[in-house]
């Protein structure tokens, strides 16, 4: 159930709010191009800006009565042409926070509302200019801040997930329809719908829905970021090999044991995706209660996080000293553990290839020296699989969409039961339709008030 259009005329601040070089203001509406015209003044002669073509920009200024509050650029985009679908201008005005006001608040008093946060893509939205999965990827692109997250987002907005559901619906649709009709003449005995190609539609709709929502597993650490966690004995160097990847004194480093008592965040972005690396305190026995309670945190980070960094003393190995390797292992049997010897530095050529014998695929470093940090960085980037990304694979980052498409799938696999129990097509009719609405909730061909309320709730004003 999709809502009625507004036609209220609305208004928003386009651009960042704050001083700025420039300032953009939006207007969308039946009226906004009548409105503003009755408070632009053309450099150019009379100009009447509801006689002007569409996507054309106008010199001139915003006046109140007799003053001028500032010289402005004005673009026209005329309905069905524009954003909203709408009449749309667009005011380019100074970045002065005073006159953005001025602007805003002279509109206000006449005839024109502020915008809701999301309002110009709900409208959007509303008068069929994109469907809602497309509407979500604006509120992810403006959000991204990676080359990974751009790339998800952008693809999303640009329709490829939308027609892939889009084409599934239908045919499953078209098929429901069949299956509906065979009900209306079944005194009749008359078979409208091909079991041989439902069949097959059935088989096709399963691959593609289970392929989607695995990519999720993807998508999903790509859009948010991939959690890596820094784990180790005390005096490993995990802080000089945060600071190392950072490149920034992010974490205190001393020599003394147990200097980490609480866990250090920060972000990078490593070839376009973004790494959120966790310090924490390092593993031990002691009877410092702080210390203690860091350690426990340690343990809850390790939980969280996606990828386990774990972190041994090169020199402590020369010596047979133990690593908490096998513990963690033990602990966490299905967690990435990357194992990372430091400290190369103090070893010689023959005991670091002793090292690369003993050890399955280790990764040294000197995270002092800023040895083999490069080929950390390149390995984490290897592990974040964008293979999909390059292959222009749809890839799913919504949660909504993975929930929807879990449900749908659910009630694919129930009609496939079904067919497989050669039960008559009219008894699973109803799994058909729950999975039409789940799919349907992802393009917003299903909508309710609230679900809309939630989606367009997270938008800036102004988009």
Known sequence: MKRQVNNNTIIALATSSGVGAIAIIRISGENAITIVNQ???????????????????????????????????????????????ENVVEINCHGSVYIQQEIIQLFLKNGVRNANAGEFTL?????????????????????????????????QMRGGFANEIQLLRQELLNFASLIELELDFAEEDVAFADQTQFITLVIKITAVLKQLIDSFAIGNVLKNGISIVIVGEPNVGKSTLLNALLNEEKAIVSDIAGTTRDAIEDVLNINGITFRFIDTAGIRSTKDVIENIGIQKTYENITKAQLVLLLIDAVKIKNNATTTREKLQKKYPNKKIITIINKIDLLTAIEIQKLKLNIQN??????????GIHQLKEELTKLANIGSLSNNQTIVSNSRHFEALSNALTSIKEVQKGINNNISSDLFTTDIRNALHHLGLISGEVTTEDLLGNIFANFCIGK
């Open 362 to 371: 280790p990764i040294l470093i000197s995270s002092k020296e800023k040895i």
């Open 39 to 85: 408070y632009f003044k053309s450099k150019f002669g009379n100009k009447n800006l509801t006689k002007v073509k569409s996507h054309t920009i106008h010199l001139g200024n915003i006046i109140d009565g007799k003053k001028i509050i500032d010289q402005v650029l004005v673009s026209i985009f005329k309905a069905p042409h524009s954003y909203t679908s």
């Open 123 to 155: 409208r959007a939205f509303l008068n069929g200019k994109m469907d809602l999965s497309q509407a979500e990827a604006v509120t992810d692109l403006i959000a991204s801040n990676s080359k990974a997250s751009h790339q998800i987002a952008l693809q």
